[in-house]
């Protein structure tokens, strides 16, 4: 039996993980002697006698066919640590899983890529900062790597397939057990065109530990991560420190400095991360290699973005008044009733109008009931 199924065969089995795994490789244990190892060679190869006795009595050749024709029949490919198409910045972290199991297109493993992260109750502002950053980098040649969680997550995978750009979702369940289950629909989309992985075998529930530990997955596979918009608790931070961890690059959105939802990414660009407000800021740090990114205009000098005087970077292509800026950056944390706005803004109801309508007419806001505003 090749060596990648007895890899495999270590990882499907119960009571057996990576540091487990770790310490047979590193002793340099034979992977094809196992499948003849009894109890007592088991456990002097350092394992504890409960997972000595499970292997004895259960690590066969035929208990792993078993267990990769299980795998198959569900439409899932197995990557080992031992293939040749591992994908090599995974390699290069400081924990790289031995096994990985994908649904969808494989190769977008090698693809150039970046890591779009944020919180998961996202505001208006990062919505849309989200939505036009995956936009504009998928196009610009980047596969946008996420973890399919509500909120930031969610936004950029749906941007990246809006815009016919490739996506991978980095699950911290097994690939079969959809979390959060609303993302059912999205998953399968990405399936179409992207890519789904998990380092957790089928049939893993989503448990506490597991999230926060696929989080390497996201940021070793990319070149950089961005962090679109975070609280100071964010696990996205930890996707960050991950990011770092392993050497790369790491990105943040400023945001409002009244809106708790931007305080972990202000914090990050205050330790040095580099701060985002166009596509052009990141797509400078990989613009060679990119299929695209020399042919998209907000990449030309990048006049376009960084000098509108509006000073809303990626919403710099409609032009808006001073008033009109202030009450979209008011709106931008959160929708707001007619009488808020006049309270925070102490203009006559005339005014308010007349800069409401302009926005409204704009489609940078809209009327909802209640003559509440919100930003679109």
């Known amino acids: ?43 002097a190869a350092g394992l504890r006698k409960d997972q000595a006795a499970r292997l004895a009595s259960q690590f066969t050749i035929d208990w792993i066919e078993s267990k990769r024709e299980h795998v198959y029949n569900q439409g899932i490919e197995v990557i080992t640590y031992l293939d040749q198409n591992y994908p090599i910045l995974m ?106 992985l998990s380092e957790y075998p089928p049939g893993t529930r989503a448990r506490q530990g597991l999230f926060p530990e696929r989080n390497r997955i996201i940021a ?23 990011a770092l961890e392993a050497g790369r690059d790491v990105f943040a959105v400023p945001g409002p400095i009244t809106s708790p939802k931007s305080r972990g990414a202000h914090n990050l660009i205050r330790q040095g991360a580099k701060l985002v407000t166009c596509a052009a800021d990141v797509l400078e740090e990989y613009r060679l290699g990119l299929p695209n990114a020399e042919q998209l205009p907000y990449n030309r000098g990048r006049s376009t973005e960084t000098t509108e005087p509006s000073g809303r970077g990626i919403f710099a292509e409609v032009k808006l008044s001073p008033d009109e800026q202030r009450v979209i950056y008011l709106l931008e944390q959160g929708e707001q ?24 007419i704009k489609k940078q806001i809209s009327q909802l009931p209640g003559t509440k505003y919100a930003r679109v």
Not at 220 to 242: K, Q
């Open 1 to 43: 039996m090749e060596e990648r199924w007895i890899l495999f065969g270590l990882h499907e089995m119960e009571g057996i993980g990576k540091k487990t795994i770790s310490k047979l490789i590193l002793g340099q244990h034979e992977l094809p002697e196992l499948l003849n190892y009894g109890e007592r060679d088991w456990v």
């Open 220 to 242: 070793g596979l990319t070149l950089g991560t961005l962090v679109v918009e975070a609280d100071i608790r964010s696990g996205s931070l930890i996707t960050a420190d991950a």
């Open 337 to 360: 009733s007619l009488d808020q706005l006049v309270e925070l803004l102490g203009w006559d109801f005339g005014h308010l109008h007349s800069v409401l309508l302009s926005l409204i």
């Open 91 to 196: 390699k290069e972290t400081v924990q790289p899983p031995w096994v990985m199991y994908a649904r969808g297109d494989v190769s977008l493993l090698h693809n150039s890529s970046i890591a779009m992260v944020g919180t998961r109750m996202p505001t208006v502002y990062g919505r849309k900062v989200g939505e036009k950053l995956a936009e504009q980098l998928c196009n610009a040649g980047l596969t946008i790597v996420s973890g399919l969680a509500r909120g930031i997550d969610s936004v950029c995978h749906e941007a990246v397939l809006r815009a016919k750009g490739k996506t991978i979702a980095v699950f911290g369940t097994g690939i079969d057990n959809i979390y959060p289950p609303e993302n059912t629909s999205l998953a399968e989309r990405i399936a179409e065109t992207g890519l789904l």
